[in-house]
């Protein structure tokens, strides 16, 4: 029997060169196997149906925040505005250009039954309209070009909040306060043009209703203190119309620009 200190000796050689596994001894000289992960199985990268949590990724929630349904809302009634103020910006310019074309059209096509002294007070009339709009015009013609620009800058930029663009925000702020501007702007000039039209047509009404009743006939009594009221009632309601519809887009726009920079 051999020496059993050699045959221990010789058990440890294997171990010391890193060549020994469960199982047995590798006689090559390679490596042992390092624990690699099983191929076979598929990754929570390559499976459509995996967590984004379970691979360790970044999910949605952590980069990109759910947007807020204020936002939304808010974003969505200003593209509204925005698209009401281009379409009537536009409407605007055209009808004031092409307004002495529409007079001379109508001058020349007066209404059935109407006499000729009636005729002749409503070219009077129309005549001094005209005048009202050529004074005007230069205020009104830059008002709704600036009206233009601006609602046009509310749509791109509520466009950008919406598709979280770098730079919506800000654009949207911008716009919201050129908006502004055109309503200090734009109201008491709107107010006082409605005042002098009005005042144009109150005065030449009554005129209108001698010369289109009956030949010789006084109107009946109390007619003109009617339509003088209707007249009354009807410049407020027109006032009123123009300032609550001013005053409420003045409020939403400088709420718009409060919520956006806390919650945008």
Sequence with gaps: MSDPWAQFLQGLLPLASGRCYAGGMEQSGEQPPVDRPNRSAP??????????????????????????????????????????????????????????????????VQGPGLSPEAQEIQQRMNERMMDLLRGWRPVFLPLYGVNLVVSGVLVAGAIGVLQRFARGKVLLIVGLWGALGYL??????NLIYAAKSMGIVQEFTPELMRATGPQGDAPPAGAEEVMQTTMMVTRFLAFGWILIWSLGQAAFYLFSIFYLRKRA
Excluded: D, K
Aim: aromatic share 4%; net charge positive.
């Design 184 to 189: 200090l702007l734009h109201t008491p000039a």
């Design 43 to 108: 990754s929570a990268a390559s499976n459509p149906y995996a967590s984004p949590l379970a691979s360790g990724g970044p999910s949605w929630s952590a980069s990109s925040p759910p947007r807020r349904g204020g936002v939304t809302a808010v974003c969505v009634l200003l593209i509204l505005l925005g698209a009401m103020g281009v379409l009537g910006s536009l409407l605007q310019v055209g009808s004031m250009l092409i307004a002495e074309r529409m007079q001379s059209f109508a001058a020349g």
